[in-house]
T-cell receptor
Framework: NAGVTQTPKFRVLKTGQSMTLLCAQDMNHEYMYWYRQDPGMGLRLIHYSVGEGTTAKGEVPDGYNVSRLKKQNFLLGLESAAPSQTSVYFC???????????????FGAGTRLSVL | DAKTTQPPSMDCAEGRAANLPCNHSTISGNEYVYWYRQIHSQGPQYIIHGLKNNETNEMASLIITEDRKSSTLILPHATLRDTAVYYCLDARDYGGSQGNLIFGKGTKLSVKP
């Protein structure tokens, strides 16, 4: 039972380089999310998806792009990495988003990214 | 910002019960209360949720007061691996139709030998 899997776990980039973070879930969830977490801070939503082929901006989308070509995968891209994007990135998925219904989010282990 | 309030830190002896309180005084009648935790350097982990009745699962118990203004998460036999930051969320801590989680400061639980 894998749940939510993120790759890679660690990455060091130089300013201006690009990379893609992969999130895969095996729970047939509709909703997927990318968050970033900086030291001592809470989670900030970067982008999210409410289903295959759809994506939307969250709180801090600048400098990131996403794609959800398959229901089980949600990719986060950094086009031109900047030191301000040094962070821990978490992917999460859930069956539904309604706060009135059971909405449990399952998180991956995180990707630790350093941009030099 | 999160709509719940929690003590910033608590200590608990290993093997004893850890009781983590949460105040959600403005919660509405149809809004669930959720608990998550984040162990250092790991992704947040769902623990339990409830609406009105007390709940129990393999990880913890959740006691919700009759007026639903507060709740207590109980870890019956805390272990060192339960050292983490514990977050209490209610429905207003979900970002509207997006459904993203909005964590407050949480309670840092330290389980000591």
């Amino acid at each position: 039972n894998a749940g939510v899997t993120q790759t890679p776990k660690f990455r060091v980039l130089k300013t201006g380089q690009s990379m893609t973070l992969l999130c895969a879930q095996d729970m047939n969830h509709e909703y997927m999310y990318w968050y970033r977490q900086d030291p001592g801070m809470g989670l900030r939503l970067i982008h999210y998806s409410v289903g295959e082929g759809t994506t939307a901006k969250g709180e801090v989308p600048d400098g990131y792009n996403v794609s959800r070509l398959k229901k089980q995968n949600f990719l986060l891209g950094l086009e031109s990495a900047a030191p301000s994007q040094t962070s821990v990135y978490f992917c999460a998925s859930s069956y539904r988003a309604s706060f009135l219904a059971k909405n449990i989010q399952y998180f991956g282990a995180g990707t630790r990214l350093s941009v030099l | 910002d999160a709509k719940t309030t929690q003590p910033p830190s608590m200590d608990c002896a290993e093997g004893r019960a850890a009781n983590l309180p949460c105040n959600h005084s403005t919660i509405s009648g149809n809004e669930y209360v959720y608990w998550y935790r984040q162990i250092h350097s790991q992704g947040p982990q769902y623990i339990i949720h409830g609406l009105k009745n007390n709940e129990t699962n393999e990880m913890a118990s959740l006691i919700i007061t009759e007026d639903r203004k507060s709740s207590t998460l109980i870890l019956p036999h805390a272990t060192l691996r339960d050292t983490a930051v514990y977050y209490c969320l209610d429905a207003r801590d979900y970002g509207g139709s997006q459904g993203n989680l909005i964590f407050g400061k949480g309670t840092k639980l330290s389980v000591k030998p």
